[in-house]
């Protein structure tokens, strides 16, 4: 006699991940860039899928996200869609397709949408404002991301950490609150010292703040599938827990990360904070 299937879960929306934000539960996200995986984090309980353009360095094996086009996101997302049953579904939109104009940015991010996307997710603060605010009126979800920007490396000077004077801490709770105001629903915070994050979500109670190096006072956490899974080659960031150490399969691990980002202990902030 075989097994009845479990129940599936109802689908992750955003008024659902409003709801876990005002009470406390945190909010897990990872990276899928195709069907299988975006079928097994779906099942294994992330609540949010990240089709990022760091698919350039992991997939395509670009020394940046930079190269990474609009068309290869589509392409993404569409996979990610078809593996996906009930995760949502957040689109990057790469470098070169929204900072031209506003209308630049909804032509991209219709693309994305229509590709399966349920938000999509620009970097940068200041300028950005504005195109949050003129897609949110247009019915998009829109996710922030500000500190470390990977599409600006090469203006940032590197993979540094930000926020670590008063000007940088000035600057990025400004740009906080500006998108919020904007309409920004979610916002990652990457690479920047744990305290100035919990400023940041102290200082915007209504935004879910996702944080990849960025303490554990945030909304949750996002981490690349590849890099916790310890499939990355090279040396991974601190930030970066290895859990697949820990088990003995691909669904034990994430299902540990899940559990780890819920019960409050990952990331450990003497471990992997700044």
Known sequence: ???????????????????????????????????????????????????????????????STVPVSLDEMVYHTRCVARGNRSAWVVGDLPFGSYQES??????????????????????????????????????????????LTPQSVHALGGYRIQGRDEAGVETLRRHAKELTQAGAAMMVLELMPSAVAAQVQADNPGVMTIGIGAGNATAGQVLVLHDMLHV????????????MAEGGSVE???????????????????????
Not at 132 to 147: D, K, Q, S
Not at 232 to 243: A, C, I, Q, S
Not at 253 to 274: L, M, N, Q, T, W
């Open 102 to 147: 506003r209308e630049q940015a909804l032509r991209s991010s219709v693309a994305l949408m229509q590709a399966g996307a349920h938000m999509v997710k620009l970097e940068g603060g200041g300028w950005t404002a504005d195109t949050v605010h003129f897609l949110t009126e247009r019915g998009i979800p829109v996710c922030a991301h500000i500190g």
């Open 1 to 63: 006699m075989s097994t009845p299937a479990a129940p599936a879960r109802k689908p992750v929306t955003l008024h659902r991940l409003r709801e876990m934000h005002a009470q406390g539960e945190k909010i897990t996200m990872l990276t899928a860039y195709d069907a299988t995986f975006a079928r097994l984090v779906d099942e294994c309980g992330v609540d949010c899928i990240l089709v990022g353009d760091s698919l350039g360095m992991l997939v395509q094996g670009h020394s």
């Open 252 to 274: 034990d691990a994430i299902g540990r990360y899940v559990s780890e980002v819920k019960a409050g202990h990952f990331p450990d902030e003497s471990i992997h904070a700044y």
């Open 232 to 243: 990355t080659r090279g040396k991974l960031p601190r930030f970066v827990r290895n859990f």
